[in-house]
């Protein structure tokens, strides 16, 4: 007798955003499998509420794109807090996935510069492709406006004048 799907626990609202690029400032853009066509850096919300932050950035990299932080050629340290928080209003798309009456998450946002022509694995229930794109024609790709700020930012957080 086939057994009735677990339900899956709300979603904490609380997340990360990663934008992962290059010392040249070429950004990883993913494209969402649930929505063809919106673009975005790796995104995760915490899987229990102590969760830090860093860490769920590691997991979030590692599951979306096959990234390792810590493996040879991505230290720990090439993983920078950039000690930002987005506070905005979720997509009523996406409200379903959390419990009732969420109507914002907080977002973390961090940096990781990797080498260039690192292999990217996505996800394939998560993400259809992948693009490595400079900085401004990534952040004008990008669906979510906290997302295409943070990649404006890119430059002056590595302190490269472009």
Same mark, same amino acid.
């Given at each position: 007798?086939?057994?009735? $799907?677990?339900?899956?626990? $709300?979603?904490?609202? +609380? ?5 992962? #690029? +290059? ?17 975005? /850096?790796? +995104?995760? /919300? ?16 590692? *599951? ?6 810590g /493996? ?16 905005? *209003?979720?997509?009523?798309?996406w ?30 229930? *998560? #993400? ?8 401004? *024609?990534?952040?004008g790709?990008?669906? /979510? ?18």
């Amino acid at each position: 007798m086939p057994t009735a $799907p677990v339900p899956r626990p $709300p979603k904490i609202p +609380t997340s990360v955003l990663v934008v992962i #690029h +290059t010392a040249a400032l070429d950004v990883l853009l993913i494209e969402r499998a649930d929505k063809p066509g919106f673009w975005q /850096s790796v +995104t995760g /919300s915490m899987d229990f509420v102590d969760e830090p932050p860093r860490a769920t950035c590691i997991r979030e990299v590692a *599951e979306e794109t096959g990234i390792v932080v810590g /493996s040879p050629g991505v230290p720990p340290s090439a993983l920078v807090d950039w000690d930002l928080r987005n506070v905005y *209003e979720i997509y009523p798309m996406w409200r379903h996935r959390y419990g009732p009456g969420v109507t914002q998450n907080t977002e973390h946002v961090f940096g990781l510069q990797v080498p260039a022509g690192i292999p990217v694995t996505l996800a394939p229930r *998560e #993400h259809l492709q992948h693009v490595w794109l400079p900085w401004q *024609e990534a952040a004008g790709r990008c669906f /979510s406006r906290s997302n295409a700020e943070a990649i404006r930012a890119l430059p002056a957080r590595c302190g490269a004048a472009r």
